[in-house]
């Protein structure tokens, strides 16, 4: 069974620049994550879709990020424009349901280092 | 709002030994709790699940144990060796989200 699978591996960027990340889920999951993992902490979540709607992205800074999920499958994390806090990997992750009781699978994530 | 508290940071021993790792959460309504392993430059794998319901979860030299009521968790690794060095991240799933919370992970070191 092929993982979660994550583009780019690594991205530098200089601040107030535009980046996109793609992530294609683990097939027939409908639920999709995305993290952002500082140095040093744990991921935190940005942003859950179930199938291609959001059920969560109240921890998802608007003013510069967006995310969007077409047609239930792949998903895009865009930061526009970059800030030097937003330095960090990005993982993107999927499970079944989001009933709870669902093991997570994470892709190998993004690493960003704003300039 | 749920916090994950992880104890100690960061641990070093010698190949053969038997360690524990520690996790608090603050809200005891969780629906299931989760240790992950992160190695360098790689995203997360799930080591152990166990559900509100359960007491505690093995999977080979692993052990990880749920005490809800008291809001903790430990992983125990038997037999440590240096493939295990690795940063262990606990996790658990609550509110009408259902989302999931990390601690900050414990990096452990194995010595040969």
């Known amino acids: 069974e092929a993982g979660v699978a994550q583009s780019p591996r690594y991205k530098i960027i200089e601040k107030r620049q535009s980046v996109a990340f793609w992530c294609n889920p683990i097939?027939?999951?409908?639920?999709l994550y995305w993290y952002q993992q500082i140095l040093g902490q744990g991921p935190k979540l940005l942003i859950q879709?179930?199938?291609?709607?959001?059920?969560?992205d109240s921890q998802l800074p608007k003013d510069r990020f967006s995310a969007e999920r077409l047609k239930g499958v792949d998903s895009t994390l865009k930061i526009q424009p970059a800030k030097l806090e937003d330095s960090a990997v990005y993982l993107c992750a999927s499970s079944l349901s989001p009933s709870g009781s669902e093991t997570q699978y994470f892709g190998p994530g993004t690493r960003l280092l704003v300039l | 709002k749920q916090e994950v508290t992880q104890i100690p940071a960061a641990l070093s021993v010698p190949e053969g030994e038997n360690l524990v790792l520690n996790c608090s959460f603050t809200d005891s309504a969780i629906y299931n709790l989760q240790w992950f392993r992160q190695d360098p430059g790689k995203g997360l794998t799930s080591l152990l699940l166990i559900q509100s319901s359960q007491r505690e979860q093995t999977s080979g030299r692993l052990n990880a144990s749920l005490d809800k009521s008291s809001g903790r968790s430990t992983l125990y690794i038997a037999a440590s060796q240096p493939g295990d060095s690795a940063t262990y991240l606990c996790a658990v799933v609550s509110g009408s989200a259902r989302q999931l919370t990390f601690g900050s992970g414990t990096q452990l070191t194995v010595l040969p």
């Open positions: 097939s027939g999951h409908a639920t």
């Open positions: 879709f179930q199938n291609n709607g959001v059920v969560d």
